[in-house]
């Protein structure tokens, strides 16, 4: 006589995870860090590889087992490795639901900059505007941006003060104006923030920029010059800029090289061009 035995499983609703806390035999209790697929839900849990993102969902499936003990009436209290009391089953409720994405987050970061790189190259592309979440400072996140100022102790208290005996006195009961002081309506606890000086920015911002070729840009010729070293201009970074030119349009009225006739001109030319830059670098010298 055989039975045959169908489990009935609900199908599975489109909920969060919840985190279950079981108590392990010979210990208090054990709190899990985090859900096994926190993974897929929270936008604030990151992974820094596709690698890392497998190895969690492997270890979400390792942590909630799917597999099912299903109880055999024939043998239920065998202890015979040939005649188990039970037998395993696969369950095949997903406890993820299936409009959740299994990819890794990473994927959408690395089109998201393949299109801004396109938007760079090609003018023509035009690249959706993303909108971003009010971050809420003075409502609900108000606690991410404000945070109680720590005022350590500048005198050390000797150890002969802080180990004395304390001593009883006779109470002398206060009068009642000095008993309950006058509450004020406002009062200065103090702020502090994370932002210095040191951390401002000196140095304007640079975008990126893609150079034609064969072409030359004059404004790239002066991005040796910062905020401090040569910016804002002066009148020797202005003469420094009008030497510059001149150099390069004396460089264009050289001789090729490829023509051997010119050869001597070239010679007497780049000389000529020393002498001067030497006699300017000593004028300098002078002054």
């Known amino acids: 006589m055989s039975r045959v035995v169908t489990i009935e499983e609900p199908p599975p609703s489109p909920q969060l995870p919840q985190t279950r806390c079981r108590e392990k035999p010979g210990a208090s209790g054990s709190v899990s860090a985090n859900r096994p697929y926190d993974f897929l839900y929270d936008p604030l849990f990151i992974v820094s590889s596709e690698k890392d993102h497998t190895q969690a969902n492997i270890q979400a499936n390792l942590i909630r087992n799917r597999l099912r003990r299903v109880p055999r009436f024939r043998t239920m209290f065998s202890n015979l490795i040939h005649y188990p009391r039970y037998s395993l089953y696969w369950s095949k409720v997903d406890p993820v639901p299936a409009f959740m994405r299994r990819e890794w987050k990473g994927q959408e970061e690395k089109h998201r900059e393949g299109l801004w790189q396109l938007a760079i190259m090609d003018t023509s592309f035009q690249m959706a505007k993303e909108v971003y979440e009010d971050p809420d400072v003075t409502g609900k996140n108000r606690y991410k941006y404000f945070e109680r100022p720590f005022l ?94 001149e150099k390069r349009a004396w460089e264009a009225t050289l001789p090729c090289l490829s023509d051997t006739s010119q050869f001597e001109k070239r010679r007497r030319m780049m000389n000529a061009m020393e002498r001067k830059e030497w006699a300017f670098r000593e004028q300098e010298i002078e002054k």
């Not at 001593?167 to 406002?186: E, G, H, M, N």
């Not at 150079?211 to 004059?218: G, K, L, N, R």
């Not at 404004?219 to 970074?237: C, D, M, S, V």
């Open 152 to 245: 350590p102790f500048h005198q050390q208290v000797p150890f002969n003060v802080v180990f004395a005996a304390t001593k009883t006195q006779a109470y002398t009961f206060l009068p009642i104006s000095a008993k309950y002081p006058p509450v004020l309506s406002k009062h200065t606890v103090g702020t502090q923030t994370d932002y210095r000086d040191a951390e401002v920015q000196t140095d304007p911002y640079s975008p990126e920029y893609v150079v034609c070729q064969d072409s030359i840009p004059e404004l790239l010729t002066l991005a040796t010059l910062t905020w401090g070293r040569g910016l804002p201009a002066g009148q020797a970074e202005v003469e420094m800029i009008e030497r510059a030119r």
